[in-house]
């Protein structure tokens, strides 16, 4: 799920990723992760600039990622994002 509760698929997410504009940078700002047997949870915080970094444009997001270990490596199964609380 995105900020706005809009689900992705693989299709979605191939379109966006193909399509300009994207950001300058992405800065991770914290990760927790927790491992639970096979099971890892991960939630992090981020700063995204860009495309213009002239025009100040920063979108800070909290995320929220699910693994799975299998034999081949680990997996991502589930991952969600959101804006920020407002202070």
Not at 62 to 83: H, P, R, V, Y
């Amino acid at each position: 799920l995105n900020s706005s509760g809009k689900a992705y698929d693989r299709t979605s997410i191939l379109a966006d990723i193909t399509r300009p504009p994207h950001q300058t940078s992405a800065h991770i700002d914290s990760i927790k992760v927790q491992v639970h047997g096979d099971v890892a949870i991960a939630l992090g915080t981020e700063t995204d600039t860009g495309p213009d970094p002239a025009k100040d444009e920063v979108d800070h997001r909290i995320w929220l990622d699910t693994w799975k270990q299998t034999a081949k490596g680990w997996k991502l199964i589930a991952s969600s994002e959101m804006a920020p609380p407002q202070k």
